[in-house]
């Protein structure tokens, strides 16, 4: 039930502060490494080094896999070669898997020649299936029976399996000598069940299954939709090679409606947490389709000049050229910060009292794409060069370029703080749309617009 | 890996047109029932009654609950009280719950008295909980230990428990006589355990819980954030009332993020497959909010008119008030559509192969809210009523009246064929986001306005 971390938060501060490892060891015995990476996203990176290393070493490594990338690039470029080896050592194949990307290939190959062998053979194995395949992430560990294997038997074998390494595993795989799949029961089943009951008479052989190469996202859906917590995963034989869990099929969902979401918001790149990305990766994400998109936009100033020389009678003044222009890029620009707001609200990224650290983040942000987008502006208007510019003359020129920064800030500062207030208000987020925003910027924005106009043209 | 729905909806249609029962049930025995709703939800009425009546009751039922809302009410509208009063006995207490939508709250209840008096007593137990919260969604089956049970004792409990109820059940909860739940662990643990170890020394008490009053779609974030398959759930008083399983919770994010989606694209209501809805209720869904923007967008008229009235140096031309108008309602109109399609296509309840049947929906649609808005648009221009019309004369008020669903039927067009096309070319449909639609449409649009201008003003 801790819903709210700010409690966690002020007592991971104090026992940074403390950096006595027994104590932060004992204190935090019972906290999920899910809630530990969230406070530890909020530490400074010195405070949360010391969280960290005092954890147990199981949490610790978990914790990582849980902090999102950008910030885990962080702790792991402070953190030995030794230590960060145990952890690859402790976690699951597919969980070590996860922290190639934040080790980056060399150093996470560097750190494979010191686990032991067999461990660094299954992580290679797993490396040879293609990236976002259900191959990357899953299980090689499952309970499998033969099918003339009784229930007493079988209870027998799992009560003498090694450790606890099947944490998430409720089924039991039936598999021929050739070790291809010919059905699956439950453990429950498998109580219930006469104790000399075969695996062949008891199980199901109707079963959804998944390959090693598929998406990722693919299975998962596919998961989803039958309402299973576990699919199979079959090689091109069709032999069993392993397990895709609900726990990672869960995660893999969480990213890809984000991921669809910001894409359908112009963002692009990879599914971050927003607070862990800073000003220049956040520019990064949405300049490049502004661009794209303020370039298409000058098309609409085309034809409104086409239309404007080729019939006098229409009467379009050249300060009108640039409206679609100018309420465009606001409108994106609004569209792709709601976006992004609005998704790490719903995921609980951020909440209400994160509004003053968003809007520092969103001005700041904003200063630099509407500097990059302002001189764009300028020249489009200004140069006196076919195709390229419109030979509109320094003073119009100059007030689209002071014009835009200005309505990509202002839309910037719309488009960030209204979700938030929404949120504060107990009214759903996503009522500020994306439509509702550019339709807010479209008026507000032509008022910037004619303002420096007026006082420029003059 | 019946990823194609094709050839069993062909295999659907054969069995209907023979509509013989035990064929029907002997061909069909192999099937999932989200499969089986899937090709329903696209057959013809009577055709679906066929194939309905013929399966396995059970099977039957599953395949009640899984089809879309408003292809379910048609279904029971047919089916007789006797057959509905079985399946709603048959299915687990939620999933009757779940029908109560597609029955209606008299209809559903007349069944109730129907049905054996202590199923109807549970399910009414669950109704007295708040509509979308987890104690309408919860299993009231669960595995249960008292704290001083043994192993061997709780094997044997599980055995001689009756029917497969527990179907997504793997964990067994360990509740003190007051109910009050003490600890979790799950069968596999139970397995390996000693006999004699009693429960509450296998159970691991730090367990993450929600209540019956909790809103669903929080408790099922909670469930996906540390990897759950379960959460037990809780009355106000700390006694274990249910089990909200993984797979309701899958549904409820799933249905979330489609509702949260649509919402940020402007299209408002409940959660509806796509091609479940007819023409009118689609309108229903996007005219609202069209309608609130446009008016909103009027704004931009009055500040266009406002600074072309204040200066006259700024010779901006009648026309182009209503440029910003009409490029946002064209421009809000593909946002609907493009979300509506992006996310049918990502749930898979529309193909590639689906185009020209949503080409014709969504012409209808367009055609009815063009109408509509075109009036909206041709009065406000037009009346010589301060405030509410802009007397624009009407030779300009026709050309906006006109060109208005000219550009919705556009922007309708190009918002439902983009992403399908995208699709077809195995491109990410998301990649036609919202902006890039608004941007397409802008400069297309102007052209529309502008050609039907020059052939009426002059």
Not at 74 to 98: C, G, K
Not at 104 to 115: A, H, K
Not at 281 to 303: M, S, Y
């Amino acid at each position: 039930m801790k819903l709210n971390p700010q409690p966690l938060l002020e007592r991971l501060q104090s026992l940074a502060r403390l950096g006595r490892r027994e104590v932060i060891r004992q204190e935090l015995a019972d906290q999920f490494p899910e809630d530990l990476a969230e406070g530890l996203a909020r530490l400074e990176l010195e405070e949360g080094l010391q969280v960290l290393q005092g954890l147990e070493e199981e949490t610790a490594a978990y914790v990582l896999v849980e902090l999102p990338t950008e910030t885990a690039r962080q702790y792991v470029r402070e953190l030995p070669d030794a230590t960060l080896a145990h952890y690859l050592d402790i976690l699951p194949m597919d969980d070590a898997l996860d922290l190639r990307e934040e080790l980056g290939p060399e150093r996470f190959e560097s750190l494979l020649e010191i686990i032991p062998r067999e461990d660094a053979r299954e992580i290679r194995r797993l490396l040879n299936y293609p990236e976002d395949s259900v191959g990357r992430i899953m299980t090689e560990s499952f309970f499998e029976a033969k099918p003339d294997q009784t229930m007493a038997e079988l209870l027998m074998d799992i009560r003498n399996s090694p450790a606890e390494k099947y944490e998430m595993v409720n089924d039991v795989y039936v598999l021929d000598p050739s070790r291809t799949l010919l059905g699956v029961f439950s453990l429950r089943k498998a109580i219930r069940a006469h104790p000399e009951a075969q695996a062949a008479e008891v199980m199901n052989t109707n079963v959804i299954t998944s390959h090693a190469e598929d998406v990722a996202e693919d299975a998962a859906r596919r998961m989803a939709r039958y309402g299973f917590y576990a699919l199979p995963v079959l090689d091109g034989q069709g032999r069993m090679v392993g397990l895709f869990t609900g726990d990672d099929a869960q995660t893999i969902l969480r990213e890809a409606e984000t991921e669809d979401q910001l894409k359908f918001g112009a963002v692009s790149g990879d599914v971050e947490a927003y607070l862990s990305l800073n000003v220049w990766q956040l520019v990064k994400r949405r300049f490049p389709w502004l661009l794209a998109l303020f370039v298409a936009e000058t098309f609409t100033g085309a034809v409104m000049r086409h239309y404007g020389q080729a019939s006098e009678d229409l009467k379009l003044s050249p300060l009108t050229f640039f409206i679609p222009l100018l309420i465009g890029a606001g409108g994106n620009c609004g569209s792709q910060v709601t976006t992004t707001i609005t998704r790490a609200l719903a995921l609980g990224e951020v909440g209400p009292g994160d509004w003053f650290r968003v809007f520092r983040r969103e001005l700041a942000t904003a200063v630099c794409i509407g500097a990059l987008l302002g001189t764009v502006g300028f020249l489009r208007a200004y140069l006196p060069i076919p195709i390229i510019g419109w030979n509109s003359g320094w003073d119009l020129s100059l007030v689209v370029g002071i014009a835009l920064p200005l309505i990509i800030l202002w839309s910037a500062i719309i488009g960030s703080q209204l979700p938030i207030a929404a949120k504060r208000l107990g009214v759903d987020p996503a009522v500020m749309s994306a439509p509702f925003i550019t339709t807010f910027v479209d008026a507000t924005g032509l008022i910037i617009y004619f303002e420096i106009a007026r006082r420029l043209l003059i």
